[in-house]
């Protein structure tokens, strides 16, 4: 199935589990499908099963938002409490549409618990009380693991719900990581559980040979321990200055604790110039990605990190925010620089990364898919280095052969399925669910003052372009909206806005321009700013930058 025919099933509503290969494009259809439920003002519930991958889409712990936590059972005491606290009522009330990524590693129990949660809250009987239900994972990658005391972890189809959802299988097939044939062919022998002799030769072929046109790439490791001896070591062994980045954070400490635990970046950064480096986010604008590889060149005027990537290409690695909303308020925000030390990272964390270049460890590898996970991380053979091996490195689940196989024989059941439809069919059936689900919002906000309309869409995290596209308005009236909206006690979050717009030199230039003039005119009129600065900076980039001026 394509990634296209993925998403006319998904925009019909029906409850879908979203699969196939690493590489094959899941999350990029995943988001494309959020972007159209948020153009069509659907409460959506964007969560995964850990926090890494939930930053991934800019969502939360299905644990979190859910408000199950870590338990592993619910009592009619827990039920009770649960349903006393108004805000998650309110949650389940608008909500839906709820997107689950990474359900390999949701154990089955607690799928059958947020199941009990949905049925309780939206006061159906229906599965997850009627919400439509997007799940996205590949079962050939890491399972759950159990901690101690818990119950016995199965992959999530061992849950009761599980065959009572009525799932719409899209199992996607295109391949948009690797190009290299050989390479696809030996990862789909893993998948399959035909690993032969001609796939282990050509995986002996990688056997302590260098990456081709890649030098010093990422060292991939099963153990935490491994991973930080070795990139302390190598940052110890570069001589020059160090500088360290400490991570900033606002919120509420236990959700700032959870965001903190999520994140990738680390929370005091120690760089030196010729480290090796990843970056941690995506950044589509400024050309990286949650997992492009660099070395820190040097350090600009304000001290941050140049990182010189793949290409001879420079890029200047500013402060990231990561954000925990809920209802459209921010509830914790961590700041970094978006990057890590990257001379070796776990298997476990390289999860939805994609790397031109892997040094792999697999001789301590102990779970199911570790191999195929560290393996499938590469966009080629010849990136791959394999330092160690053991007779568990290419292991999979016993159970997800026979359950692959289904799962592409119901995928191909949901093409012919499409087929029957038709074009008309579809498109009046994706029609219904928009109308059946989009928000009232847009039918308010015709009460709404002007400013407001403009808050609503600040709210939604949009750039100030596009807020003016959206509002038929130049930036100017924007901004003068923004002015109001703070005239008026608002409390905004405009830290987006002013990131993409400024480096931190230039608003620095501009803050110090309005902090002298503050001093002799005790207001912060643009003239005397722009008189200042001259004119390399512009009227309209000066006002904007007033919004976010600190005075004494």
Not at 34 to 61: D, F, R, W
Not at 417 to 436: A, H, S, T
Not at 487 to 500: C, P, T, V
Request: hydrophobic letters at 40%.
């Amino acid at each position: 199935m394509t990634q296209n025919e993925a998403l006319e099933i998904l925009k019909m509503g029906h409850n879908v589990f979203l699969t196939g290969p690493a590489g094959s494009g899941k999350t990029h259809t995943l988001k494309a499908f959020i972007e159209y439920l948020k153009e069509n003002n659907i409460p959506t519930a964007i969560t995964a099963s850990t926090g890494i991958a939930a930053t991934h889409l800019g969502g939360v712990t299905i644990h979190s938002w859910s408000g199950l936590g870590i338990r592993d059972n619910l009592t009619s005491a827990d039920l009770e409490n649960l349903e006393s606290k108004p805000y998650l009522f309110k949650r389940y009330e608008q909500v839906k549409v709820l997107i689950i990524d990474e359900i390999s590693m949701l154990h089955h129990f607690r799928f059958d618990l947020l199941n009990t949660l949905g049925k309780v809250f939206k006061r159906s009987l229906l599965p997850f009380g009627g919400i439509q239900v997007v799940l996205c994972g590949d079962f050939f990658q890491l399972p759950p693991v159990s901690r101690p005391n818990e119950p016995e972890a199965y992959f999530a189809y061992r849950s009761k719900v599980w065959g009572e959802m009525d799932l719409k299988i899209c199992y996607l097939e295109e391949q948009h990581r690797q190009s290299d044939d050989s390479f696809l062919g030996l990862l789909n022998d893993i998948r399959q559980n035909n690993v032969t002799e001609d796939t282990l030769e050509l995986l002996k072929e990688r056997y302590m040979k260098e990456p081709v046109s890649f030098s010093n790439p990422t060292k991939l490791s099963t153990h935490n321990v491994d991973v930080d001896s070795i990139n302390d070591n190598h940052l110890l062994s570069i001589g020059g200055d160090a500088r360290t980045f400490t991570m900033l954070s606002k919120g509420k400490a236990g959700i700032v604790e959870t965001l903190i635990k999520s994140c990738l970046a680390p929370q005091n950064l120690v760089l030196k110039i010729g480290a090796k480096v990843m970056f941690v986010k995506n950044n589509f604008e400024k050309n990286y990605v949650n997992g492009t590889l660099g070395i820190v060149e040097s350090f600009d005027e304000g001290g941050f990190p140049i990182v010189k990537i793949a290409g001879e290409k420079l890029i200047t690695a500013l402060p990231e925010s990561w954000i925990i909303e809920e209802d459209g308020k921010m509830k914790a925000e961590i700041k970094q620089i978006p990057l890590r030390l990257a001379w070796a990272i776990t298997v476990h964390k390289s999860q939805g990364m994609s790397l031109d270049a892997a040094e792999i460890d697999l001789s301590k590898s102990f779970a199911p898919g570790m191999g195929y996970v560290a393996l499938s991380r590469v966009r080629s053979l010849g990136g791959i280095k394999l330092t160690g091996f053991n007779s568990r490195a290419l292991m999979i689940h016993p159970e997800v052969l026979e359950i692959d196989h289904d799962l592409k024989e119901r995928s191909k059941e949901c093409l012919v399925y499409l087929e029957d439809l038709g074009r008309k069919e579809i498109e009046k059936r994706q029609k219904e669910f928009v109308d059946r689900n989009a928000s009232k919002m847009e039918t308010l906000g015709k009460d709404l003052s002007t400013s407001q309309k403009t808050k609503l869409l600040i709210l939604e995290k949009l750039p100030l372009e596009k807020i003016a596209k959206a509002r038929d308005l130049k930036e100017e009236t924007i901004i003068d909206h923004i002015e109001d909206l703070l005239k008026e006690g608002e409390s905004l979050d405009l830290e987006y806005i002013k990131k993409a717009r400024f480096t931190e030199a230039r608003f620095k230039k501009i803050e110090e321009a309005f902090q002298k003039t503050f001093k002799k005119h005790k207001d912060l009129r643009l003239s005397p700013v722009k008189i200042l600065l001259g004119n390399s900076f512009s009227y309209a980039e000066i006002r904007l930058a007033r919004l976010f001026v600190v005075t004494d």
